[in-house]
């Protein structure tokens, strides 16, 4: 079940940590995240090293769509009701400079990158997109509401937003990690004020960056509470009609498709980790339906980490632990979110103001319809008497038969058939 990332590139490999070390700023998190903190770390000359458990990309960055869009959904309507204007025109500007950093950066690596327009359609809520266009306008942006033909169904339009992109995230995320500090298979078992206690040695640092998909701290910040995750299922299709844009539908179970050289990429099947959604099957009988010629080629999911509102969660980590910062909520658009993520905390680690730390401050309000969906599902699986329960906090695992994994609901852990870990914010196996 590996993408096509996975199986189309050659990524560098690094040293394990063996013996004490000391550093200025640590990454924990070898993730298109963490390498871009190191990245522009080094550019600035900043003493930083990057701790990966396993090895870089290993986690949820290969297996993404790899959309490098601000468009994430249809949000920005939502986000002038509830962040105002002037917060939502922030928003949009640093999403639109990640996009822009990207096109940029892949100058310097062969990776496929490719402008693309970015679409949200909907299948038949006219009035939904009326009220996005709307925001565009509000924002600078093409109010159009476009025809989608190169969709196979019927829609109601979309929303466009051009001169996005695409590319391959490990052909470029393997060129950029090649000439940075990295240790992998350094896995941070404790956390004390200044210090990282893995099984190669300690790290000693001033200020450290939490880059893990989800939290790895839970005595503070309350993240538990603030995040779930959500799986979707991916399939490649070869001997399909390729796209020239990129297309998601505005449902969370609707459908997304991008192209990769000659394969569609089609992704959906989604449903909140340990619960039951349509995963490949469903993407199956849609090819099946519309494409009756294409052949599969590979198949894949991906997990996502999601916040109470529209926003990731990008700062400082909790007012109880100075000098330590968080990037996680990323929702969908983990590519965006990313570069953001590292624009904002490597200001922040050297003490630079920037302009859109406020938009995605993790100290924001909590009360979000969202925190009580979250509370209820925790406190339902804790009392549920079952085996086995998750190590994170203790929830009822429930069997995942399309992934043959034992998922968590509460806050997304993963495990194989065995036992052994596969998904964060557990951070060792489960016995069976």
Not at 96 to 105: D, F, M, T
Not at 383 to 396: K, M
Not at 400 to 406: F, G, I, L, V
Request: with cysteine; net charge neutral; hydrophobic share 35%.
């Amino acid at each position: 079940m590996d993408s096509v990332w996975r199986k189309t590139a050659a990524l560098p490999h690094f040293e394990k940590l063996a013996g004490d070390v000391k550093t200025d700023v640590l990454i924990i998190g070898g993730g298109i995240t963490g390498i871009l903190c190191a990245y522009f770390l080094q550019e600035r000359g900043i003493d930083y090293l990057l701790a990966e458990g396993q090895e870089i990309c290993h986690g949820v960055t290969g297996d993404t769509t790899a959309k490098i869009t601000a468009q994430h959904g249809l949000v920005y309507a939502k986000m002038i009701r509830h962040m105002g204007l002037e917060k939502t025109k922030l928003y949009l500007e640093a999403n639109q400079k990640a996009v822009r950093n990207y096109a940029e950066l892949a100058k310097n690596y062969a990776c496929d990158f490719i402008e693309k327009a970015s679409f949200v359609y909907s299948v038949d809520d006219r009035r939904k997109l009326e009220k996005e266009a709307d925001s565009y306008r509000l924002l600078g942006l093409s109010d159009e509401i476009v025809e989608t033909p190169e969709l196979p169904f019927a829609t109601a339009g979309a929303v466009v937003m051009q001169n996005q992109g695409q590319f391959h995230p490990l052909k470029f995320l393997g060129g950029m990690a090649a000439g940075l500090k990295i240790y992998e298979h350094t896995l941070v078992t404790q956390m004390m004020p200044g210090k990282a206690v893995t099984d190669g040695g300690t790290i000693s640092y001033k200020q450290v960056i939490f880059a893990t998909h989800y939290p790895i701290d839970n005595k503070h910040g309350c993240y538990y509470m603030k995040l779930y995750q959500h799986r979707s299922y991916v399939i490649a299709l070869e001997k399909a009609p390729q796209m020239d844009g990129m297309y998601v539908d505005e449902d969370r179970k609707g459908l997304s498709f991008r192209s990769y050289k000659d394969l569609l990429l089609v992704g959906g099947g989604s449903h909140r980790t340990g619960k039951r959604g349509g995963n490949w099957q469903e993407l199956r009988q849609f090819a099946g339906r519309y494409y009756p010629e294409a052949v599969e080629r590979y198949q894949w999911a991906a997990q996502d980490c999601m916040p109470l509102d529209e926003a990731p969660y990008i700062g400082p980590y909790s007012p109880a632990m100075p000098g330590c910062y968080v990037a996680t909520g990323f929702q969908k658009w983990g590519i965006t979110s990313a570069m953001v993520s590292a624009m904002v905390l490597t200001d922040m680690v050297q003490g630079i103001e920037n302009p859109y730390a406020a938009v995605f401050a993790p100290g924001r309000s909590i009360l979000k319809p969202q925190l009580f969906c979250n509370m209820a599902e925790s406190l339902l699986n804790l009392l549920t008497p079952t085996r086995p329960r998750c190590p994170h906090l203790g929830c009822a695992l429930k069997w995942n038969p399309a992934e043959h994994s034992w998922d968590c609901p509460c806050h997304g852990s993963r495990f194989a058939e065995d036992g052994k870990l596969l998904d964060n914010p557990a951070n060792g196996d489960v016995k069976l």
